[in-house]
């Protein structure tokens, strides 16, 4: 019998907004012959948070069971990185979990790995449209891991993607992830308020 291997990836750019306008550094890691590594961060202005996007996000009932468990277990495996570190534990953005199951659910559904969506979408637009608050966040992104501890290994072991896990001026986050299809899919969405 023979081992069979699955492929894994996590993507990586990062965008700062400044006052001269926005620099891009994309930085592209890999883990060995299994992996490879990616991030997104920007700041911005604050838009308007809607109450409608907080209910959509704990309407447990539509969210399978597995996924809301590895969601959450990705949600506490990150905190547990950040206490230990030094910062403080993340709360848990209702809208920001919004933009991240909507991300890993695209990606599946149309097979690509990207921060930007196939339409030209950028996490930070995602963010704004599923009604967080504020236009300011990161992105992690991970395709193929098969558990919510396997993708934080990984993400740990990325220089990109740890350094948002563990920027302590962060203040939510929002876990998705889709099983299936063209996944895992998982993306990590969080916000500096």
Same mark, same amino acid.
């Not at 883990?31 to 704990?58: I, L, R």
């Not at 966040?137 to 919510?148: K, P, V």
């Given at each position: 019998?023979?081992?069979?291997?699955?492929?894994?990836?996590?993507?990586?750019?990062?965008?700062?907004?400044?006052?001269?306008?926005?620099?891009?550094?994309?930085?592209?890691?890999?883990?060995?012959?299994?992996?490879?590594?990616?991030?997104?961060?920007?700041?911005?202005?604050?838009?308007?948070?809607?109450?409608?996007?907080?209910? %959509?996000?704990?309407? %447990?009932?539509?969210?399978?069971?597995?996924?809301?468990?590895?969601?959450?277990?990705?949600?506490? !495996?990150?905190?547990?990185?950040?206490?230990?570190?030094?910062?403080?534990?993340?709360?848990?953005?209702?809208?920001?979990? !919004?933009?991240?199951?909507?991300?890993?659910?695209?990606?599946?559904?149309?097979?690509?790995?990207?921060?930007?969506? %196939?339409?030209?979408?950028?996490?930070?637009?995602?963010?704004?449209?599923?009604?967080?608050?504020?236009?300011?966040?990161?992105?992690? !992104?991970?395709?193929?891991?098969?558990?919510?501890?396997?993708?934080?290994?990984?993400?740990?072991?990325?220089?990109?993607?740890?350094?948002?896990?563990?920027?302590?001026?962060?203040?939510?986050?929002?876990?998705?992830?889709?099983?299936?299809?063209?996944?895992?899919?998982?993306?990590?969405?969080?916000?500096?308020?």
């Amino acid at each position: 019998m023979t081992a069979r291997s699955t492929k894994v990836a996590i993507a990586s750019t990062v965008a700062v907004v400044g006052i001269g306008g926005a620099s891009v550094y994309a930085f592209a890691g890999d883990d060995g012959p299994k992996a490879s590594v990616g991030v997104a961060a920007v700041q911005g202005a604050p838009a308007a948070d809607t109450a409608q996007a907080s209910e %959509q996000a704990t309407a %447990q009932g539509k969210v399978p069971k597995k996924v809301l468990a590895a969601e959450k277990a990705v949600f506490d !495996i990150t905190n547990k990185q950040r206490r230990a570190h030094g910062c403080k534990a993340l709360r848990l953005a209702p809208t920001l979990t !919004i933009a991240a199951r909507r991300h890993s659910d695209d990606m599946s559904k149309h097979h690509y790995f990207s921060h930007n969506s %196939q339409n030209g979408t950028s996490p930070w637009t995602r963010m704004k449209r599923a009604g967080y608050p504020y236009s300011v966040g990161a992105e992690n !992104i991970a395709m193929g891991y098969q558990s919510a501890k396997a993708v934080m290994v990984g993400w740990m072991k990325s220089p990109g993607h740890r350094a948002n896990i563990l920027n302590c001026r962060l203040k939510a986050l929002g876990v998705g992830v889709h099983f299936g299809g063209y996944g895992p899919m998982w993306t990590q969405d969080f916000g500096f308020k």
